[in-house]
């Protein structure tokens, strides 16, 4: 079964769908950005919690993964 989605997409033109593709992938990098963990976050006092969140955030980012999928 069909979505309208899935019906807008296929009636889409190549121009618009690399456009509607570039827009996607801008917009997951700055989700992705704005959920990571950044570097000077990371220090020695951190709790336990906060070390574990950090280490899955970046094992997460390695993945290539979305941290709200």
């Known amino acids: 079964m069909d979505s309208k ?12 769908l690399e ?3 570039r827009s ?4 997951l990098g700055e989700r992705r950005a704005q959920s990571s963990i950044q570097v000077e976050e990371i220090h020695a006092q951190m ?3 906060d070390r ?3 280490m899955e ?4 980012v390695l ?3 979305d941290g709200h999928a």
């Open 5 to 16: 989605f899935d019906e807008l997409v296929r009636g889409l033109k190549q121009p618009l």
């Open 63 to 65: 993945r290539g993964e």
């Open 24 to 27: 996607v992938t801008a917009e």
């Open 19 to 21: 456009e509607l593709r």
């Open 47 to 49: 709790s336990g919690k």
């Open 57 to 60: 955030d970046i094992a997460r």
């Open 52 to 54: 574990l969140r950090a």
